[in-house]
Every structure is written in C-alpha cells, then in structure tokens.
C-alpha cells in the first residue's frame, strides 16, 4: 500500500498551501482501491513565519511517500525529501478524487517517476549502499 497525503482544508480538494495548511488527507493505495486512513488537523496559520511548525506537519506524514499542495517553501522541501516524503506541487486546486485516480493507474502501469520511484525502486539501490559500507570511510 502506497500511502499519500493531500494538504486541503476541505478534505476534497488539494487547495492549501504545505506550511499553512489547516490539514491533510492522508489515503493508502494499492492500485485497485484507495481507502482514507487518517485526517490531520492544523490551526490556521500565516504562509510567513510557520518554520517551527513544519516538524509538526512532517511527523505527520510519516509512512507517506507524497504530499500534494499548491507550494511549499524550499526549508519544507528539503525536510520532506529528507524523510522520504515527495512533495507534488500543482498549479492549480484539483479534486483529490481525480489524482487518486491517477496516482492508481500509475501504480498499476507506470509513469509517474515518484510512483514508479516509491514501489519499483532501482534495482542497484541496495546494493549500492552496501558496497559503499565495505568500502569505508577515511578521513
């Protein structure tokens, strides 16, 4: 099951922000079904000094291999790729409906690079990090 997370105050649509987002709607899919798991909930905030509220928001989506928004800052970006979480920006407010759609089909037949990133992932990964282990270190 891929886990997603969407930031939206309505829980329908994808229509805030990531650092002042007032929630996510967080859903597991496995190409076939997409089942809600969890509504997160925030106090309404300013877009401009929420920085010490972003841990919040990341702790939140872990176990979440996407998070879909209309912007998120650079600092929040960084955080998100550094615990795994894709962030997905759209330029427009889309129904979460439509993109669970889609997020299924790419499950289902490829496509879309964090999908195919987040369940197919590179055949050398593993392996790639052990030879860097036998490898070493020398400073």
Known sequence: MLRVAFASNDRSTVNQHFG?????AIYALDGE???LV???EFPP???DGNENRLPAKIATLAGCAAVYCLAAGASAVRQ???VGVQPVRLDDEVAIDC???EISLAIRE?????VDKAIRPHPDDGARFDR???EGWDE
């Open 20 to 24: 002042a987002t007032e929630g996510f």
């Open 33 to 35: 079904r997409a089942q």
């Open 38 to 40: 969890e509504i997160a």
């Open 45 to 47: 905030e300013s877009m």
């Open 80 to 82: 998100l790729l550094a």
């Open 99 to 101: 993109l669970l759609r």
């Open 110 to 114: 490829g496509g879309m690079a964090w």
């Open 132 to 134: 860097m282990l036998a």
